[in-house]
């Protein structure tokens, strides 16, 4: 489809003719018809309108414009370099302990975006392949701890912000594309022999932090945003329509998904609840969103032969 | 084809960020253009409120993922001619386009029995409406969808093509057919 203004073609005295004779048709749309669409789509609204006032960082970044493929683009190239190559990087660097502890009394380097330290591990991996026998001091700086756990949180910290840019149809494909379970395991793995093997100076600043990190973690009650899916998707399992309806006016994801990759909706079509499907549908549940086994919620409907719930699936737009 | 005032663009964009009267004024504008497009093509009243609902739900739930690449009205009526076309699918074989009854002389006589207006120019009224609702329902359904998306949807033949997947000659020459076929037939009713 083109962006260019339409052609247009001389009048015509058939279209002439057809105009004629429209302006006397008095069919129109019933006001039935009318009511739902525009109280549909004020639905959507207030949905969309409070999404904002949750998340106000989707409008400052621009994500509903057409910027949104280009920061996708930037935060899965800034994910992966820090998923994929920073962890090489810090693994050869973990056996030499000396270069682990850092000098007393230096100060850990400001903190950089994860563009930056992706960027610096990308410059010095093919250093350190092509020349491991040249390596001194200076070809090789020991990297502070602070340094060894930045890839780790960058990548854990972008990863929502992933998941909530990208559309729907794309973001079941989008874990297993940028490999972040495993390289989080190798992560993990890495901190630990670094803090086994950092010095009593390393061990000294970092617990009372992760202590406090810990204790606030087992005080503080779970936040919505993380008990809601669980908690929406059982409603959609048991039908619940009451808790379902509660938890998406609170701003529960409608399109959360379980271990299964299943969402909400596709919970409630295999357990044959069509009111929940009804409730979700209209809270702009995605009715395309297929599971980990790439089964769409309309074969899944298909399959159970439950045609209130493809009819409801069809009106919505599924495929 | 905008009135004044924002472009359908711009409308859109402010409803996908929360503005539900951005939307109103949305479907007002295009309200009957897409009614006629539907009804017209399907032939039934109960068959296009149905799609009427449908596509103005889709507009409003991918009003986030419409991007100003394609004027809006031609997003509008790409959406329109896949849900007509998903209607006539689910719906095979009991329903076909040209089978879904054009049952437009029932409500033209129903609806132009307008007791305000005067006997002769109701009379009138009603014989062009039912005559374009006839001359349509005998056009071959490519054609007819055509000329209806290019009539209401205000679109180019090269918008047409885009939409209906057809090459840009095959677009114009049932454009052509279409025409020639009103001409005669609107004019038999004449």
Known sequence: MSALPPRREPPDDADEQYRRASEHDPSRPSEATRRAVLSHAARLAAERARRRAHRPWLSFVGVTSGWRPALIGTVTAAVLAGVVIAPQFLVRRAPDESQLVPAPGAAAPAPAPAQAVASVAAQRAPEARTAPAASSESARPAPPPAILERPRLSATANRPAVRESVPPEAAPAAPAATGAPASSASDAMTTLQLEERAGANAARVMAPAAAKARSRAALSPPSPARAAPDALLQAAQDGNVTALATLLERGSEVDARDAEGRTALMQAILHRQAQAVAILLDHGADPNAADAHGTTPLEAAVAGDQREIIAALRRYGAR | ?190
Do not use: C
């Not at chain 2, 929360?18 to 009614?35: I, K």
């Open chain 2, 1 to 190: 084809m905008n009135d004044a005032g924002p472009s359908d663009e711009t409308l859109i964009g402010r409803y996908a960020g929360g503005d539900a009267e951005a939307f109103t004024a949305l479907y007002r504008r295009h309200e009957l253009r897409v009614w006629r497009y539907l009804e017209r093509n399907v032939g039934s009243r109960a068959a296009a409120e149905e799609l009427m609902q449908e596509v103005w739900f889709a507009v409003a739930r991918d009003a986030e993922r419409y991007r100003p690449t394609a004027r809006f009205t031609t997003w509008l009526f790409t959406i329109a001619r896949n849900r007509m076309l998903d209607l006539v699918r689910a719906r095979r074989p009991q329903v076909s386009l040209d089978a879904l009854g054009h049952e437009g002389g029932a409500v033209i006589e129903r609806l132009t029995a307008d007791p305000r207006a005067g006997p002769f120019a109701a009379v009138e009224a009603r014989e062009q409406a039912l005559a374009l609702r006839r001359a349509l329902a005998r056009l071959p359904p490519e054609q007819r969808d055509a000329f209806l998306l290019q009539l209401e949807g205000d679109l180019s033949v090269e918008e047409v093509a885009a939409i209906t997947r057809s090459s840009f000659e095959t677009v114009k020459s049932r454009l052509r057919y279409a025409r020639t076929r009103l001409r005669e037939l609107l004019g038999e009713y004449a």
